[in-house]
């Protein structure tokens, strides 16, 4: 509804459900780029804006569960009981994260590819920094750090189960699987070559395969479980 809610920047839809987070954007936006707002599509009537969500700076993000909704901004995490009546559960620091690159898994364990904690390094994943399923206000646990790559991470994934992460540097050459416990590499897998930006990274539900998809234009699928089904570069 362009005329309520004018030009968008960002959308997530919850599941397959009713309800969007819309953030302002575009050439015409109604609403400034620092707020979430909550769309509830089954609403009857023109105001189906049901909730919103201000910050102090521009979102980059928004990721939501039936029962939490994650914000990434450019140096900063927000994450909230989420809908029924929302609070804010916790937030913290991170590095500067210009895409608001972020990764949840199906149990909701979070990993942080760029904290602002002073002894990390850009190459590294910080895993799991919450159990949001679990998480209360104020409340937090120890993050584990994973040395994933030599240069920054560009793009990473937690999967559904929150057992594995996968990631790739900022060259978005090699694409690394990690155990989260244990913190072991499993696989390292090739895209290509050539250096290329990665959109995403995204494992299939039984973790058997992972998407990566990159500004080349091309989407790669890897076998995770059966690796003989990859191709092998010449």
């Known amino acids: 509804d362009a005329e309520q809610v004018g030009s968008v920047g960002l959308v997530e839809m919850l599941n397959r459900s009713n309800l969007l987070a819309i953030v302002g954007g575009g050439s015409h936006p109604k609403f400034p780029d620092a707020s979430v707002l909550i769309w509830d599509d089954a609403r009857e009537g023109k105001d189906k804006l049901v909730l919103e969500f201000s910050f102090p700076k521009p979102v980059l993000a928004v990721r939501m569960r039936h029962d939490r909704l994650v914000v990434a901004l450019q140096s900063r995490l927000f994450v909230f009981s989420f809908p029924h009546r929302p609070c804010k559960l916790f937030e913290f620091d991170t590095r500067d994260n210009p895409k608001g690159e972020r990764g949840t898994g199906g149990n909701w364990g979070n990993w942080e590819p760029q904290t602002g904690n002073p002894n990390w390094e850009p190459q590294s994943l910080v895993s799991p920094v919450q159990d949001l399923g ?13 040395n994933a790559h030599q240069s920054e991470v560009g793009c990473a994934a937690l999967g559904p189960s929150g057992a594995l992460v996968a990631s790739a540097s900022r060259r978005g050459t090699l694409i690394r699987l990690f155990c989260t416990q244990s913190r072991a590499r499993l696989l390292e897998l090739r895209r290509g070559t050539d250096p290329a930006t990665l959109y995403c990274l995204s494992f299939s539900p039984d973790c058997s395969f992972l998407c990566a ?22």
Not at 135 to 145: F, H, L, M, R, Y
Not at 214 to 234: C, W
């Open 134 to 146: 679990s998480a209360k206000p104020g409340s937090s646990s120890a993050p584990v750090t994973i």
């Open 213 to 234: 998809v990159s500004d080349k234009g091309t989407g790669h699928v890897f076998a995770l479980r059966d690796t003989r089904l990859n191709r092998r570069s010449a």
